[in-house]
């Protein structure tokens, strides 16, 4: 998939609109303020760049676990043969969102976010029943570092530091906001009147709940979702660390602006990574750099990096909304 080309005012707005978009009444005016430009400029360029594929989704990307959700990342070892086969059968899945084919003996990755534990093991069953796997490593989160996929010269993204509160399940009003949220936010002068207006409510209540929801760390940031190889990060892969003081070096590495994710995992016998760092660049050869910088912090550890080789699936998680096929309660 080939790069797009953007241009300064393009950049800037990126730079902006990947995290923190203001939640008042004409957000757009609020990021026009700060680009010296017009509102409706802004919301013209954000269009353009959601119809060119920069822009893959606009709005809230929400906390899994603070929605009672669970997640985990699963490696498969798939035969050759098998690969198209196991990656179609779950094109059509909710809970499996991303997938990836990796230059690894392992050399399909993939993530399910589930309603519980039970649904999650379920999926995990039935990938090991498809042709052609011959093995998954079912790999949860131990310890999350950081989780920011925001993409830009600009953007020295921070580590996870959203508060640890517990949050109430939402019920079906709230429940009713996040469905609209998640699949129709509209790019537009008042889009949370406009949702307000949707739902049947107030939009002082859609802000309140909205504003409550990032506070808490229910909402782990607000704004555009970048395809990155359309916005000229085209090589990015997984290196995975063992043999090291993975808290220390956890933290480490979640301060580095092109990690964009950075987990402590459990390990298997034959496989002893314990820390996930994904890393993007502009091109191989900045990849290999960058690993190699990493490495130069962590001269004594085992380490593995798997390049991504295609994207196979890549989809936004829509939460209550699935369509319990695997509900076995």
């Known amino acids: 998939m080939l790069p797009v080309s953007l241009d300064k005012k393009q950049n800037d707005l990126l730079a902006v609109i990947q995290s923190n978009v203001p939640v008042v009444e004409r957000p757009f005016k609020a990021i026009a303020e700060l680009l010296s430009c017009s509102e409706q400029e802004v919301v013209e ?19 899994a676990r603070k929605l009672g959700y669970v997640s985990t990342l699963v490696a498969a070892e798939i035969e050759n043969s098998g690969i198209d086969g196991f990656t179609d059968a779950m094109a059509d899945i909710n809970e499996i969102t991303h997938i990836y084919l990796r230059d690894h003996v392992l050399n399909v990755w993939f993530t399910i976010t589930a309603r519980d534990s039970g649904i999650r093991d379920n999926i995990i069953a039935w990938t090991k029943r498809l042709p052609g796997v011959v093995r998954i490593l079912n790999l949860p989160a131990v310890t999350v570092y950081k989780v920011s996929a925001v993409f830009g010269e600009k953007n020295a993204a921070s580590p996870v530091s959203k508060p640890d ?54 909402i782990r940031r607000f704004g555009a979702r970048l395809d990155h190889q359309r916005a000229g990060y085209s090589a990015n892969g997984l290196a995975a660390w063992s043999g090291i003081d993975v808290d220390a070096l956890g933290h480490t590495f979640a301060a580095l602006p092109r990690v964009s994710h950075c987990y402590r995992r459990l390990t298997h016998g034959d496989w002893p990574y314990e820390l996930y760092t994904m890393v993007h660049a502009r ?32 989809t936004t998680m829509y939460y209550f909304m699935e369509d319990g096929r695997w509900d076995t309660r």
């Open 45 to 63: 360029m954000i269009h353009d760049l959601m119809e060119k594929g920069v822009i893959r989704a606009f709005g809230p990307v929400f906390e």
């Open 165 to 218: 509160r517990d949050c109430p399940p939402p019920d079906e009003e709230h429940r009713e906001l996040i469905r609209f949220l998640q699949k129709k936010f509209p790019v537009a002068e008042k889009p949370f009147e406009l949702a307000a207006q949707a739902l049947g409510t107030s939009e002082s209540w859609v802000l309140e709940t909205v504003n409550s929801w990032i506070d808490d760390g229910v």
């Open 283 to 314: 091109s191989d050869s900045e990849l290999d750099d960058l690993v190699r910088g990493m490495v130069s912090l962590a001269p004594d550890a085992g380490m593995v990096v798997l390049k991504t080789l295609r994207e196979l699936k890549k």
